[in-house]
């Protein structure tokens, strides 16, 4: 679910979703109707939390910084409770303490460990770190609202499904950032990339 399809009501803890038991991640159902678990966002019968920590899932995109060297492998901090380990195996280049890097999500365990292949070092830049339930919003429908903010920054954007984000390259890093902070606090609102490309503009 991306960007503009995320416009809908924000309900909590509690909330009638639903007279009717349904199937809706991150709802409980209660004789027979179905209430909210999360402060989110409920649209087209689909909820998505507005906070929360990342939960990692096979197959995520995620920007991780590089924290020990092992002899198997490296320990990389993806913004998660749980530890992530990238194996040598799944790589070709050799990477450095406080090196960051993008990387897929391999499988997570039942312990909730997160291991990680197809790594690639990321070049010099600056770490955004934003709640990872805001990212959709923050890429957008068909990468539009990221895209946008590229090609008003000139800069490259590296966004991983962890709330962790890379903003890299010659261009406007701080109008960048400025921009991707303005998406993560009005990413309940509807008329959001009107808005933004108007703060672009702007600047």
């Known amino acids: 679910m991306n960007g503009d399809e995320l416009e809908g009501r924000i309900v909590m803890p509690g909330e009638l979703l639903s007279d009717k038991p349904e199937r809706i ?39 991780g910084i590089i924290t020990e060297v092992k002899f198997a492998g490296y320990s990389v901090e993806v913004n998660s409770p749980f530890p992530a380990f990238l194996s040598s195996r799944e790589i070709r280049e050799k990477f450095e303490m406080g090196d960051a890097i993008l990387a897929k999500v391999l499988f997570v365990d039942e312990v ?9 070092k990321l070049p010099p830049g600056r770490l955004v770190k934003v709640s990872s339930v805001k990212v959709p919003r923050i890429i957008g429908k068909k990468n539009s609202m990221i895209d946008m903010i590229k090609s008003a920054t000139k800069c490259e954007i590296f966004v991983g499904r962890n709330g962790y984000i890379w903003i890299a390259g010659s261009g406007n890093a701080n109008l960048a950032e400025k921009a991707i902070r303005l998406v993560e606090i009005q990413a309940h609102t509807s008329g959001l990339t009107d808005r933004i490309a108007a703060f672009l503009r702007g600047k």
């Open 112 to 120: 909730r460990s997160i291991e990680l292949a197809d790594a690639k």
């Open 25 to 63: 991640s991150y709802a409980f159902v209660d004789k027979g109707k179905t209430y909210s678990t999360v402060v989110g966002l409920f649209s087209n019968g689909k909820l998505v939390p507005l906070e929360g920590p990342y939960e990692p899932v096979p197959e995520d995109v995620v920007v």
